[in-house]
C-alpha cells in the first residue's frame, strides 16, 4: 500500500507519527509500506505545489506498475482537503484502489464552513472511496449524515502507538519516595490544545504548596507561553522546551508520572495513547474517541474542557496520591495492551486493505463479463 500524508512520517504531526510507528513495526514489509508526502514541511509552502505534482505523479506510476496496490490517502480539513480532492480525483480517474483515512478534530465545522461547490468536491471526494476510515463513532457520523458514504463503505479504526516497554529502553523503576510529581503535555501549544488552562491550572493555589514539576513539550508560539508562564510565577517548575524528536519525547515520558491534555478538540490524540503506552495517569478531556476508549475515574480523569478549577483539582489530587496515581496509570496500561496496541491496529488496517482489494478485483472481473 502507499500512504499519502503530508508532511510525510518527520512533519506529518499525529498523522506522520502513526505511519512511522506502522513501519517500525513491520519492517520486514517496509516496501509494501510505502509514504508519499503531499505537502512538506509547514514551513516550506513553496515545496507543497511540487510536492503535490510529485504525488500524483507517483499515482500515475503506480497504476502502471503495481496495478493491484491500495492508494492510502490521510485527510485532515483545510488545505489537507483540497490536496486529496486532487489527488481521490485523479484515484478514481485511474481507477486505483483507494482508501480515505480521516483524521480531524472537528471536520464536520470545517466542512459546513465552505461554499456549496467545495461541498459537492468533498462529498464526491468521499462517495467514491473504496472504504473510508474513521477515528470513531462521531466521525462516523459526519461521513455518514453530511458527506453520504454508505455505511458498508465506513469502518472505525482507533489509534495506536507502540509498546514502549517491549524494546527494553523503558524506565522501569519506582521513583524515589520525596521525588516531585512529573506533569507533562505533549502537542501542538496553543488554545485548542488547551495550553493556556493547563498553565492557569498549574498556578492555581490547590497546585502551591505540592511536590511537582511540568514540562509543556510541542511546537507553535513557545516563547510566548514561556512569559505566559513567567508571569503566573510557574518559571521555576514548568519547562517549555519547544518541539521534541521521537526520542525526546520517549525519554521524557517515561520519566514522568502524568500525562495532562486539556483539549477543546480532537479526533483522537496520540499523545494520549502514548500516555497510557507508557503507564502515565492520564488526564484529559471528553472530546473526539477519548471515551469511547476511555472511562472515567478507571483508567483516566475526564475534565470539562476550559475549566481550570476542575483540572486544577484533578492534578492536584494525583500528584497528591501517589497510590491514585499508580492504580490510574496502571488501568489505563491494561486498556492500552488489550484495545490499542499497534500490532492489533496494523492487522486490521491489512485486512481493511485485503477486503477493499478483493472488491475492487471482483468489481474488474464483473466488467470484463467473467463474473
Not at 105 to 110: H, I, K, N
Not at 167 to 177: E, H, K, R, V
Not at 348 to 357: E, G, I, P, Q
Request: proline share 6%; charged share 20%; glycine share 10%.
Amino acid at each position: 500500500m502507499r500512504h499519502y500524508v503530508a508532511g510525510g512520517t518527520e512533519h506529518g504531526g499525529g498523522i506522520g507519527r502513526l505511519i512511522g510507528y506502522i513501519l517500525t513495526a513491520q519492517p520486514q514489509s517496509a516496501h509494501d509500506q510505502l509514504v508519499t508526502d503531499t505537502r512538506g514541511a509547514r514551513w516550506s509552502k513553496l515545496r507543497s505545489p511540487p510536492l503535490l505534482w510529485a504525488a500524483m505523479a507517483v499515482m500515475v506510476k503506480d497504476r502502471l506498475l503495481a496495478p493491484d496496490r491500495v492508494h492510502h490517502l490521510h485527510i485532515a480539513g483545510r488545505g489537507s482537503t483540497a490536496r486529496k480532492v486532487i489527488l481521490g480525483g485523479l484515484a478514481r480517474g485511474l481507477g486505483c484502489t483507494h482508501v480515505l483515512h480521516l483524521h480531524d478534530f472537528d471536520y464536520a465545522s470545517d466542512f459546513l464552513r465552505r461554499p456549496p461547490w467545495q461541498r459537492r468536491a468533498i462529498r464526491a471526494l468521499f462517495r467514491g472511496a473504496d472504504r473510508v476510515i474513521v477515528l470513531g463513532e462521531r466521525d462516523r457520523s459526519t461521513a455518514s449524515d453530511l458527506l453520504g458514504v454508505p455505511a458498508r463503505s465506513i469502518s472505525v479504526l482507533h489509534n495506536a502507538v507502540p509498546d514502549p516497554r517491549q524494546s527494553g529502553n523503558a524506565t522501569l523503576d519506582p521513583p524515589a519516595p520525596d521525588a516531585p510529581a512529573r506533569i507533562v503535555f505533549l502537542g501542538q501549544l496553543g488554545p485548542r490544545k488547551g495550553v493556556p488552562e493547563l498553565l492557569n491550572a498549574l498556578s492555581h493555589p490547590a497546585m502551591a504548596s505540592l511536590n511537582w514539576t511540568a514540562v509543556v513539550a510541542g511546537d507553535g508560539p513557545v516563547d510566548h507561553y514561556r512569559a505566559e508562564a513567567a508571569q503566573l510565577g510557574l518559571s521555576d517548575r514548568v519547562t517549555l522546551p519547544g518541539w521534541l524528536d521521537r526520542a525526546q519525547t520517549r525519554a521524557l515520558s517515561e520519566s514522568s508520572d502524568i500525562l495532562a491534555l486539556p483539549s477543546h478538540a480532537e479526533g483522537m490524540a496520540m499523545a494520549v495513547l502514548e500516555g497510557l503506552a507508557h503507564g502515565l495517569a492520564v488526564v484529559t478531556t471528553r472530546v473526539g474517541a477519548h471515551e469511547e476508549i476511555l472511562h472515567d475515574e478507571e483508567t483516566c480523569r475526564f475534565v470539562p474542557v476550559g475549566d481550570v478549577e476542575a483540572l486544577a483539582r484533578a492534578l492536584a489530587d494525583l500528584v497528591a496520591h501517589p497510590e491514585t496515581r499508580a492504580q490510574l496509570a496502571m488501568a489505563g496500561r491494561d486498556q492500552y495492551r488489550n484495545a490499542l496496541s499497534i500490532e492489533a491496529y496494523i492487522g486490521k488496517l491489512d485486512a481493511m486493505h485485503r477486503s477493499v482489494s478483493r472488491g475492487a478485483l471482483r468489481g474488474a472481473s464483473a466488467q470484463r463479463g467473467t463474473v
